[in-house]
């Protein structure tokens, strides 16, 4: 294509000190001649020496030219005009196959960039580095999966510090399934074997996917250097045509390369470094935690009373200096209204992009599924470990739960428990010593002072074989009215698991002595809820039963060898006045617990955040979810 060359290349321009990569930089032009002076002032900063070509596409005026003859002091120049408009794949292919005899590489630079110290040299070397490396584009404030950060779009001055501040964490360099034509290096022998763009694509618009997808079906491939960052501080426009023509290119591109869809969704689902997606946490920001209640379903349960209990004191503590955010299924939402009012829910459709510097769950994490949404929304995670009741028992456990149990304390930041005996218990059970810390659970309000009761025997559990309920029952036949709370035979007149919880506190108030009869406990919160109503307790005595006697009271509970023990302790007590409890009496309350959480989370949203510890859990859960979709 036939050009008028207006500007020689300058040969007696400044020259650097340091010895040049052998790299030509292309610069298509089109009018934006303000633009076009920032670009080649930087580069005159930043890159000074190197060779330039300014492909101007036929502007109407002169505006183009007469900013490259300001350059022409100081920068090595070739200014090329264009005798008509070509569009930008055909001036882009006419300037590179200028280059290709000379052996250099061919830096592709829009007009509306400004680039930074070393970029060029960091990109040269990674795409050096390898030679199967036929791309490389640098990190930017708008270049879409190229962006700093990459899900929201911030001013340049602040995505620029931004990347100051994480690139150090980054890996010098990533395989990537696209390049970015703002700023692309590409590799001369590439692009002498596997051609230029392709002119389909004219004017413009998918022109750079399609090459990297036909140099990557030859086993090169795209890279960014995470280590290089140019702003691109425009989008260049097609005017009132542009969507038509890229819905047009976007056909092309996936008639052509139907992987292309694929591998960009991969990509974000699979590839994005764990530092690029948490990186507004370098940011100056407030923190924000998720309190993760997704394991609640819409009924009362040991899991929602904790969970509830320790919300309504923690949540005041936290939100001195974090903004808080509950996370439950719609279900268990609407179900738990009327305890939830005036909190802020995370929505996953609506809060797509939500990170969190902190993700807490008052559970422990039963599925894979709950421990990658952990995982990808929180920065620290932590938990509370309840007990391993479910990999104890032979008939509940399976390799799966039995892996993530251990897996899961692993990868959290921190995590508390409930007892001396459960930690000790997982210890033992795994063979492992995690600092799991130490949070006892507590009672709800004040004690009712009641006086002599001849109400009935309420015996506490569910239907688990360990929590032994049918076999207390049977034990008690005579002595005095049973009710079971929980149990294997759920229909029958003592079968009571589905009651609200004002049903069941019902069922306390009315009983003149409760019975708790479980084989294993991670604490027993009933216990002490029995014992702050002014009821006394019969339980089995086991180490968790004796921790949770030194922190409640002696006198309140009884506890017995076997079930066997059972009728006479119960007989004992029924006909007894009810313990008012003094006000002076020291019962652990739920404010108490609340402080402790509050003391223990607060610590570790102030601690820096574990970059190896997150990448550690990221690759976990990506390889998973890549053999087995997690969400």
């Known amino acids: 294509m036939a050009a008028e060359t207006m500007l020689g290349r300058v040969a007696d321009g400044p020259r650097s000190t340091r010895v040049h990569l052998p790299v030509s930089i ?266 993760d209640l997704f394991h609640l379903q819409a009924k009362h349960s040991g899991a929602s009373d904790f969970a509830l209990s320790l919300l309504l004191h923690l949540v005041p503590l936290l939100e001195a200096k974090a903004d808080i955010c509950l996370g439950l299924s719609e279900a268990a939402r609407q179900f738990f209204s009327h305890e939830l009012t005036g909190y802020r829910f995370y929505d996953a459709e ?59 304390a692993e990868l959290a930041d921190h995590v508390i428990t409930i007892s001396q005996f459960s930690k000790e218990d997982f210890a033992a059970f795994y063979g492992t010593s995690i600092p799991f810390e130490v949070i006892p659970l507590g009672a709800h309000g004040d004690p009712p002072v009641i006086g002599h009761s001849d109400g009935h025997v309420l015996v506490v559990g569910n239907q688990f074989h360990h929590k032994a309920v049918q076999r207390a029952v049977d034990e008690l036949q005579g002595v005095g009215h049973i009710v079971a709370l929980g149990g294997e035979d759920a229909s029958g007149p003592q079968g009571r698991r589905t009651l609200s919880r004002s049903a069941i506190a019902e069922l306390y108030d009315g009983a003149a002595v409760v019975v708790y009869p479980s084989f294993y406990e991670g604490f027993g919160l009933p216990i002490v809820d029995a014992i702050a109503r002014g009821l006394r307790v019969v339980a089995l005595d086991t180490a968790v039963t004796q921790e949770v006697r030194a922190i409640t009271d002696e006198s309140s509970l009884v506890l017995v060898k076997d079930h066997g023990a059972l009728r006479a302790a119960v007989a004992g007590i029924l006909g007894e006045p009810r313990i008012a409890v003094p006000p002076d009496r020291r019962l652990r309350r739920w404010p108490e617990v609340a402080r402790q959480y509050a003391q223990s989370l607060g610590d570790l949203l102030d601690r820096g955040l574990d970059v190896g510890l997150i990448r550690r859990r990221w690759d976990l859960m990506t390889t998973i979810d890549a053999v087995h979709p997690l969400s």
Not at 47 to 68: K, L, N, Q, R
């Open 350 to 408: 609506r809060h797509a992009n939500a990170r969190f510097d902190l993700v807490f769950k008052p559970s422990q994490i039963f599925t894979w599924a709950e421990l990658h949404r952990m995982v990808r929304l929180g920065g620290r995670l932590a938990f509370t470990h309840l007990d391993i009741i479910a990999v104890r028992c032979d008939y509940l456990s399976v390799p799966n739960t039995r892996v993530l149990f251990r897996t899961a």
């Open 26 to 291: 292309v610069i298509p032009a089109y009018g934006a001649a303000n633009p076009l002076a920032d670009c080649l002032e930087s580069l005159r900063s930043h890159a000074p020496g190197y060779h330039i070509v300014v492909a101007d596409d036929a502007t109407p005026d002169e505006s183009v030219a007469e900013v490259a003859r300001s350059f022409a002091t100081g920068l090595s120049l070739d200014y090329v005009r264009r005798e008509r408009n070509l569009g930008f794949v055909e001036n882009c292919n006419d300037a590179i196959r200028s280059i290709l005899p000379t052996g250099r590489d061919v830096l592709l630079l829009n007009s509306d960039t400004r680039v930074t110290a070393g970029f060029l040299e960091e990109m040269w070397d990674v795409l050096h580095a390898h030679e199967k490396h036929g791309a490389v584009s640098p990190r930017s404030n708008n270049a879409t999966i190229f962006s700093v950060p990459v899900y929201e779009r911030l001013p340049p001055d602040a995505s620029y510090e931004l990347w100051r501040s994480i690139r150090g964490l980054l890996p010098r360099y990533q395989v990537m399934p696209t390049a970015v034509g703002f700023c692309l290096l590409l590799r001369n022998t590439v692009l002498r074997q596997l051609g230029l763009f392709d002119p389909v694509y004219s004017p413009g618009y998918n022109e750079e996917n399609d090459l990297i997808c036909r140099i990557n079906r030859h086993g090169y491939s795209a890279v960014v250097a995470h280590q290089a960052f140019v702003f691109h501080l425009e989008s260049a426009s097609f005017g009132p045509g542009k969507q038509r023509l890229e819905r047009r290119n976007r056909r092309v591109l996936d008639d052509r390369y139907p992987e292309y869809l694929r591998k960009i969704t991969e990509h974000m689902r699979y590839c994005v470094d764990p530092i690029d997606h948490f990186a507004p946490f370098w940011r100056p920001h407030r923190p924000a935690i998720l309190i």
